[in-house]
């Protein structure tokens, strides 16, 4: 799977889930490491590695707007 394919995944599972959606990611993860498809275990790790990058993000850029507010007041 590219890796453009995983990212947009991703975006879609937390536009979906919300907060949930790296909870759900690891659920796959560990439904298809019991089934021992290897190949869908590496495509829901990196779709969780995804989910976490994108709240890394989102988490740095709402810091930096309280930031950036705080010297405006």
């Avoid at 190949?39 to 950036?68: K, S």
């Amino acid at each position: 799977m590219r890796e453009a394919d995983t990212v947009e995944i991703a975006r879609r599972m937390v536009r979906l889930h919300g907060l949930r959606a790296q909870a759900i990611a690891l659920e796959r993860e560990k439904e298809v490491r019991l089934t021992g498809d290897s190949q869908a275990l590496d495509r829901w790790q990196a779709v969780h590695a995804a989910i976490c990058d994108q709240r890394r993000g989102a988490r740095a850029r709402a810091g930096l707007g309280a930031e950036a507010a705080s010297r405006h007041i």
